[in-house]
């Protein structure tokens, strides 16, 4: 039965990690494509060769095997990589699908109007990712000899004194296997062996649990700022609206633009930039509520969720964030403004939706941005006709 069930129970575990590397492998290429993808809706010369000087480093290093720019028309403006690469087109989804060690994604490009101007394909190589699952599963099969041997050892030597502590230990591993490794091992034995197998695994499934947060603290954080990415914004998002339905309470959307960010961004450099992006979400945390999420969209863009909230406290926590955003700040001896144009959205007044609410949200935040005041800005439907008018 041991024979049986170890291997099974091993198997079940490292299913879980090998599961775990796939899935933040897909998260964290797919982020780093939408990256490289929300630069080619600027027209801007600098944001452009600042996307190609980041496809250039990823393929140099060998994260990325190759890239290719097209128009419209499907016309290549720019490859990087080897051309044997691109010449397939089928989109990956799935990590290991297609039967090939590359992840192929595509992804549309846009203008600032919106309109379709071509689609940018990127290969990422999935090598590395499944050398280390193939270690894990390595390091799985040592440690279930180990375990096998011992087992029989003891059990052949000790018999019925083996029985029972061997049996909660299966117990325990095989609730690991089916995914419920949160509880720990509570495996008491006087045999010196046993205890030490039952302290090996209690050890796997700590760092199992270390390693399974790590993962899903990295795909849902920005890795600057620390704030909760749009992936987990999105999340928070729909249960606050979920808990504002059952309960009939209010909720609000802050969309926050950085002013003059690329001004200092292209004049003093990204390492300046990353320090005024990260002063930013510092004081941007500073003034929300513990109930409130605060998360950065990407680039200078950042998003704060006020649930349970009337639209006159909305506007004076936007509004504060205004004025903590336009006090000076220094890094190296810089002394800087940047500001905010903020636009702000409730639930369920403007949309009922997270894309109803973000849209309306944007509108106002792209009001607040013309306005040039530093002042916050709510919704109307006003607004919505003003932003046509100006497409």
């Not at 302290?199 to 899903?216: A, D, F, G, I, P």
């Not at 309960?247 to 960010?261: E, N, P």
């Not at 002394?335 to 403007?350: D, M, N, R, T, W």
Request: proline content about 2%.
């Amino acid at each position: 039965m041991h024979l049986v069930m170890v291997p099974l129970l091993f198997g079940g575990v490292f299913y879980l990690v090998e599961s775990n590397y796939q899935n933040h492998f897909v998260n964290q290429v797919r982020n780093d494509a939408l990256i490289l993808a929300s630069f080619s809706e600027s027209d801007d010369e600098n944001a452009l060769e600042y996307q190609q000087k980041i496809i250039e480093d990823a393929v140099a290093s060998g994260r990325l095997f190759a890239a290719r720019i097209l128009d419209e028309k499907n016309k290549v403006l720019r490859s990087w990589g080897g051309s044997q690469l691109l010449i397939k087109h089928d989109e990956d989804f799935f990590f290991g699908e297609h039967d090939d060690t590359v992840f192929n994604i595509i992804v549309p490009r846009y203008d600032v109007e919106g309109n379709l101007r071509g689609e940018m394909f990127l290969i990422y190589d999935e090598q590395p990712t499944r050398e280390q699952i193939a270690q894990a599963y390595r390091y799985g099969i040592y440690l279930s000899i180990v375990y096998i041997v011992i087992t029989f050892t003891l059990t052949t030597l000790l018999g019925r004194q083996v029985t029972s502590p061997m049996q909660k230990l299966r117990k325990a591993s095989f609730d690991i296997s089916m995914g419920h490794y949160g509880k720990a091992l509570n495996v008491k034995t006087g045999i010196q062996d046993i205890q030490q197998l039952a302290q090996t695994l209690e050890s796997m499934r700590y760092e199992l649990v270390k390693k399974n947060n790590e993962l899903e603290y990295s795909a849902m954080h920005d890795s600057l700022t620390g704030l909760p990415n749009r992936l987990l914004l999105r999340h928070r998002v729909d249960r606050a609206l979920s808990g504002s339905d059952r309960h009939h309470s209010t909720m609000a959307l802050l969309m926050i633009d950085l002013d003059r960010f690329k001004e200092i961004n292209d004049t003093l450099g990204h390492l300046t930039g990353d320090e005024v992006l990260k002063i930013a979400a510092e004081r941007l945390q500073s003034c929300v509520r513990q109930s409130d999420t605060a998360a950065r969209l990407g680039g200078d863009e950042f998003a704060v969720i006020l649930p349970d909230i009337s639209s006159e406290d909305a506007i004076k926590i936007a509004q504060k964030v205004s004025d903590r955003l336009q006090e000076h700040l220094t890094i190296a001896d810089n002394k800087l403004q940047v500001g905010a144009s903020i636009g702000v959205a409730l639930y369920p007044e403007h949309g009922k939706t997270f894309e109803d609410i973000l849209h309306c949200a944007d509108v106002a935040m792209y009001a607040s941005k013309s306005d040039r005041r530093g002042s916050a800005v709510l919704y109307s439907e006003e607004l919505d006709d003003t932003s046509l008018i100006r497409s």
